[in-house]
């Protein structure tokens, strides 16, 4: 394969996602400048040519210590419009995490959906493609984009972890809401073939309004089993607290929490210090600097570095994605 017309931005410079996916693809990340100014404003342009060339640029779009998720888009879409102005033959946005994916639709009158107007902006500034891992609506994020997209899940890592910890278990993968039931269930089914056994599946409702969370019943029978909540991302923890508390009453053996985004918003003190859980599992997917304080054995990360670049490799080359989706596990 030709990698003489390829280029790899990573922007943020702090995190090691970027370096990482470099080292796993064998090729260097490629070089840009970042400009702060005494007013606020700022500009960001690339160090070498990327006339021609196939173009990837990697941003988790989510705010940390420094940054705020919007100041994250805004230098974004500048950098985008300054590689298209420079000549780029094709941008491909590698989006960790794709920020405002939670605003997908109205649920209030003249509410904003949010999710396509970031759709609109990136296209705009001259995005060609764009690949995100573990959407919160998969539908709504392909529905937003006019662009290509790609769909990435960690769930194939998922299972590796927990077919590795579970042993002649008997076993239940729960959603801690109706609207990830889908999710849950692909990962049950995949979990079930890499264990060679039957996993059982269940769901807590769930009502949210005004911040609110209400809701506590469970559908499914997790007794004396080992109990998986899986989710995409973990904010505050509010919403797998309570699923954990309900498994716990309905007599789960153990409680592991797993989500791909480990946010971590807000006061974690309450989620990571609970006792419900054996372990909480997320990716690397969002800043470095955002991880919490905890215990080694308590919080678990894998890497999602060797996904990404593995899609960025195919992609390169005019490949599919298909088999790092799993789509037939």
Do not use: W
Request: hydrophobic share 40%; aromatic share 6%.
């Amino acid at each position: 394969m030709n990698r003489t017309d390829l280029c790899l931005f990573a922007l943020d410079e702090a995190d090691p996602l970027g370096r990482d996916i470099a080292q796993h693809l064998g090729h260097p990340l490629s070089r840009h400048e970042e400009r702060r100014f005494e007013d606020g404003e700022h500009k960001c342009r690339p160090l070498e040519s990327v006339r021609d060339k196939d173009v990837y640029v990697l941003q988790s779009l989510v705010a940390d210590r420094e940054l705020s998720v919007n100041d994250r888009l805004c230098r974004l879409l500048f950098f985008v419009g300054a590689l298209a102005d420079a000549s780029a033959a094709r941008i491909t946005l590698v989006l960790p995490y794709l920020c405002y994916g939670r605003k997908d639709r109205q649920t209030k009158d003249r509410d904003p959906v949010i999710t396509r107007y970031v759709a609109q902006l990136l296209e705009t500034a001259g995005a060609s493609r764009v690949l995100t891992l573990d959407a919160h609506n998969l539908a709504a994020y392909h529905n937003a984009f006019r662009c290509p997209r790609e769909h990435l899940e960690s769930r194939l890592l998922m299972v590796d972890y927990f077919a590795s910890i579970l042993d002649d278990e008997a076993v239940a993968v729960v959603s801690p809401d109706v609207g990830g039931i889908k999710r849950a269930e692909r990962f049950r089914r995949s979990l079930a073939n890499r264990l060679g056994q039957e996993v059982d599946n269940a769901f807590v409702e769930k009502y949210r309004s005004e911040g609110q969370i209400t809701g506590g019943t469970l559908a499914g029978d997790i007794q004396d089993k080992a109990v998986i909540i899986i989710d995409d991302l973990i904010s505050t923890g509010g919403t797998l607290l309570r699923a954990a508390e309900v498994c716990q009453q309905q007599g789960a053996q153990s409680i592991y929490g797993a989500a791909s985004h480990g946010l971590f918003t807000g006061d974690t003190n309450e989620l990571l210090g609970s006792p419900l859980f054996d372990r909480l599992v997320v990716t690397d997917s969002v800043l470095a600097s955002r991880r919490p304080a905890a215990p080694q054995d308590r919080l678990v990360i894998l890497s999602v570095a060797p996904l990404l670049a593995e899609a960025v490799e195919r992609l390169h080359g005019g490949g599919s994605l298909s088999e790092l989706v799993g789509l037939d596990d």
